[in-house]
């Protein structure tokens, strides 16, 4: 299922943007204003709204590590905020003077890129906030734009239908027609695929348009063997112009929103719809997943943003598991395994197993040999039923932890975060994992190998009670 938790209606004209950072909502309208919602209980922020735009604000997007805050407007500007108290960082106008519609920070930080309505694509230098590079499309405005999770290429998409892609010099490495009557928005997935290419690092990309089409498409590149653009699929559902979609931060769903006022949620995989939500009295113009914990945002020409939050039946990530304790098995310590004995009617062994110090990673471990041999259980019918508990046990464990949401699971041990932080580059990691990540002179991230801007790490709060709800719906 998924639920309405929230709907914030302070904008006073249409709502065209929406956007998360691990710990804030933002928003932006025709009412040319910035909102700031903190997500903790959606309230807005004190230094909220955010006001310098003359002309309507089109879009909003934060820098990976959530620092900061870049808007575009009408008025020929894209404008860097502090996230920290709403003050404005920096104002950069289109060297064009032409109507900016989308601005994205490339994934290490370093640059933002802004696309105009005369088809302008400017690359600035994040830091210094100075004009880095800059291109242009032949026809139509820019109105899309999305970086590569690695950083190395971002595309745009034009009102003339053409998905553009460049690499981080500004190079034109490929152009095509994408959708018929004009491109509206395109997202990356952050989760890498492989199409059996050996050398090339892929990701899917998700496009939308006039055409009332979401198309699927995978894109590749090395600097040894090239760039690869290759169609897909096409998600069905809307009966008019789609007008937003975004992948979730696992990869594992796309959501797009369209004139027909739906919003439809899709399981990536299988391309199967999951939810179809009809909620906004109006087109709906912008959606955004949460990057850490399960919540959709989506915007609308009525004015309004809804918040929704994903149960983890909805992602396949939570079934009820009979006999689970507090922690998972492997976790569990010698008394855990004392009580979980006695729950299977094995109260008499639990002597045998102190004696030999077995705690859950060991129990899982057991064999039929180390069940005779080192711990001496003699009776060959008490061996197979216990053998038979075991196996059980670890179907469960096998089952639960291929459930734990992605978002969960530490990138660089791949288990479940007891207290996350987040790095610079704006993932979320184990602490002591990333301690011992930076504490090694390596300076790159885990998961992008890209130069992280700082060593500082950040409790991830947000996340945390999030995991800690999630391992309650698995006690006994």
Request: a negative charge; proline letters at 3%; aromatic letters at 8%.
């Amino acid at each position: 299922m998924v639920k309405l938790i929230h709907t914030l209606a302070d904008h006073g004209d249409d709502v065209n943007c929406c956007a998360f950072s691990s710990s804030l909502l933002a928003t932006c309208s025709l009412d040319k204003t910035i909102r700031l919602y903190s997500l903790s209980d959606f309230t807005e922020v004190a230094y909220s709204p955010l006001k310098f735009h003359t002309y309507a604000v089109h879009c909003c997007c934060f820098s990976p590590s959530g620092q900061t805050l870049a808007s575009c407007s009408t008025d020929g500007t894209t404008v860097l905020w502090s996230t920290q108290n709403g003050q404005t960082l920096a104002v950069m106008a289109q060297p064009s003077g032409s109507p900016v519609r989308v601005c994205r920070f490339s994934p290490d930080s370093t640059c933002l890129v802004s696309g105009a309505a005369d088809g302008t694509v400017i690359l600035w230098n994040a830091q210094s906030y100075k004009l880095h590079r800059c291109g242009s499309v032949e026809d139509g405005s820019l109105v899309a734009c999305a970086f590569s999770p690695d950083g190395n290429l971002f595309v745009t998409g034009s009102s003339c239908g053409d998905l553009t892609v460049w690499d981080d010099k500004m190079r034109c490495l490929h152009n095509e027609k994408a959708h018929d009557l004009g491109m509206t928005c395109c997202d990356f997935s952050s989760q890498p695929v492989s199409d059996g290419e050996q050398g090339l690092q892929c990701f899917r990309l998700a496009s939308c348009g006039q055409d009332c089409q979401t198309k699927i498409w995978v894109v590749s590149f090395s600097h040894i063997l090239g760039f690869k653009l290759k169609y897909k699929s096409v998600l069905s559902g809307h009966s008019a112009p789609v007008l937003t979609c975004a992948f979730s931060h696992n990869g594992q769903m796309l959501v797009s929103g369209s004139v027909d006022k739906s919003v439809i949620v899709y399981d990536i995989n299988t391309e199967n719809i999951l939810h179809t939500l009809t909620q906004h009295t109006r087109y709906v113009t912008t959606c955004a997943f949460a990057p850490n914990i399960l919540l959709l945002a989506t915007g609308s020409m009525d004015k309004t943003v809804n918040i929704w939050q994903f149960d983890l039946e909805t992602l396949g990530q939570a079934r009820s598991t009979e006999g689970q304790l507090k922690q998972f098995a492997e976790d569990w310590s010698e008394d855990d395994v004392s009580t979980w004995l006695c729950a299977q009617d094995l109260k008499d062994l639990v002597g045998v197993f102190k004696m030999n110090n077995i705690d859950g990673r060991e129990l899982l471990n057991l064999t039929k040999e180390s069940l005779a041999d080192d711990l001496k259980i003699e009776s060959l019918g008490l061996r197979s039923k216990v053998l038979r508990k075991i196996e059980e046990l670890r179907t469960k464990v096998k089952t639960l932890s291929s459930e734990i949401p992605d978002e969960f699971i530490c990138p660089i041990t791949r288990e479940l975060m007891q207290d996350p932080v987040i790095a610079s580059d704006g993932y979320s990691y184990e602490k002591e994992a990333m301690e011992n990540w930076i504490s090694k002179k390596r300076r790159t991230s885990p998961m992008t190998n890209l130069v992280l801007p700082s060593a500082v790490l950040t409790p991830n709060r947000t996340l945390k009670m999030a995991i800690n709800r999630w391992l309650e719906t698995h006690q006994k």
